[in-house]
């Protein structure tokens, strides 16, 4: 626990501002990523049908495509940034693993190098931490300078 404790502190010491950019990205796309599956209806059934999904899988990925957006809009704005990716990370490795046996892939035109990069900035940002420009940002140096005040009173 020692050496995830250090790795954090590092990371907090050495984050410079476009992480904290690119952090926002992943969770616009991610949010987008749920949003074509609500909008492009065709899709999501071509998905279900080509893979014998049962009334329970379809349950479960509406289910997933809520909780996806929900922790998405948490990743982008930094409020329980860890959490968030850590229930973000198994969506995406099953996205990864479903399209990856579907043989739909293609290798210049294909949702898995999305998926993978995704994959990778998701557990990036889960070693990373969250960042300066984020909610949970605010909230550390926010209880830094509340830890100060009361120190000197």
């Known amino acids: 626990m020692n050496a995830v404790q250090s790795l954090t ?15 926002i990205l992943l969770g616009v796309v991610l949010f987008m990523k749920g949003l074509s599956f609500i909008v ?11 893979n014998n ?19 998405s809009v ?6 329980i940034t860890r959490i968030a990716i850590a229930a973000q990370i198994p969506i995406v490795l099953g996205a990864v693993i ?6 739909s892939f293609a290798p210049l035109d294909s949702d898995l ?25 605010a909230l550390k140096r926010r209880r830094g300078t509340d830890a100060d005040a009361s120190a000197a009173a």
Do not use: N
């Not at 492009?40 to 080509?50: G, N, P």
């Not at 049962?54 to 922790?71: G, K, P, R, T």
């Not at 948490?74 to 409020?79: D, K, R, S, Y």
């Open 40 to 50: 492009d209806k065709e899709m999501t059934q071509h998905i279900l049908h080509e």
């Open 9 to 23: 502190s590092w990371a907090d010491a050495h984050h410079p501002k476009w992480l904290d950019v690119l952090r």
């Open 113 to 137: 190098w999305l998926a993978v990069i995704l994959l990778f900035l998701l557990v990036f940002f889960f070693i990373y931490g969250p960042g300066p420009l984020s909610v949970d940002g």
């Open 74 to 79: 948490l990743i982008a704005i930094g409020l």
């Open 53 to 71: 999904f049962d009334f329970i899988s379809v349950l479960l990925l509406h289910y997933v495509i809520i909780f996806q957006m929900a922790h």
């Open 98 to 103: 479903l399209i990856a046996t579907t043989g």
